[in-house]
Each structure stands twice: as C-alpha cells, then as structure tokens.
C-alpha cells in the first residue's frame, strides 16, 4: 500500500486540503470547502474535488450557454447579458424586453426603426 499523501491548493480565496490515498490514488475529498462553480454547464472532472466550468463562466439561456459579458437576443426577442451581481457568486442572467412597437417608426405597416 502506497503513503497517504496530502496537498493543500488555494483557489479563489477558498484554501481546499484533500488526500490522494491507497493504490488508486484517487483524492478524498471528505471537509473540502468548494466555491459554486460560475457557469451554468459545470463538471465534475474525474480526480477533482470540485466543480468546474470547462467553457468559462457562463449562463444558461433557451437551450444554449452564453459567455460572461456576451449581449445576445433569447427566443422571446428580449436582449440578454451575462454578468457578475456579486464576486461570490456565480454569473446571472439579466434580459431586458425589447420596447414596444409603438416606439418605432412604420413604413408601410412595417417596424422599421425606434423614435429619437
């Protein structure tokens, strides 16, 4: 049987302490603190104690992940961001509905583009 060997990582401010053990090594992750991952499509890579966010902090939106920052319009038509409320926790999804039609010029009954 192999020595327990134990190792001690700060991420984010969070210290975690956790042991690779027996023939596996495989960690123990029993008393590990760990931050929610910022993202909406976290995983749980195999050997880690903690979650992670294979593609960056994220947001879920429809069916899809949109990037921390990224503006991008949802299937209602309302324009959405990807933003930070608090460096705590992970990124929020904030969308804004778009203005009526009624604030738009028309051309030929058509929407063509907002009022000054």
Request: hydrophobic residues 30%.
């Amino acid at each position: 049987m192999l020595p327990s060997f134990f190792f001690t990582a700060f991420v984010a401010g969070v210290c975690l302490i956790a042991s690779l053990c027996d023939l596996t090594r495989a960690a123990n992750c029993e008393g590990v603190g760990c931050r929610e991952a910022p993202c909406a499509d976290q995983v749980l890579i195999e050997g880690d104690c903690c979650y992670s966010c294979p593609n960056g902090p994220n947001c879920a939106m429809d069916d899809t992940y949109l990037k921390l920052d990224d503006l991008a319009f949802d299937s209602r038509g309302y324009q959405c961001s990807c933003s930070y409320t608090s460096s705590f926790r992970k990124p929020e999804l904030d969308c804004v509905p778009p203005p009526p039609v009624e604030d738009y010029y028309t051309t030929n009954g058509e929407v063509d583009y907002p009022l000054p």
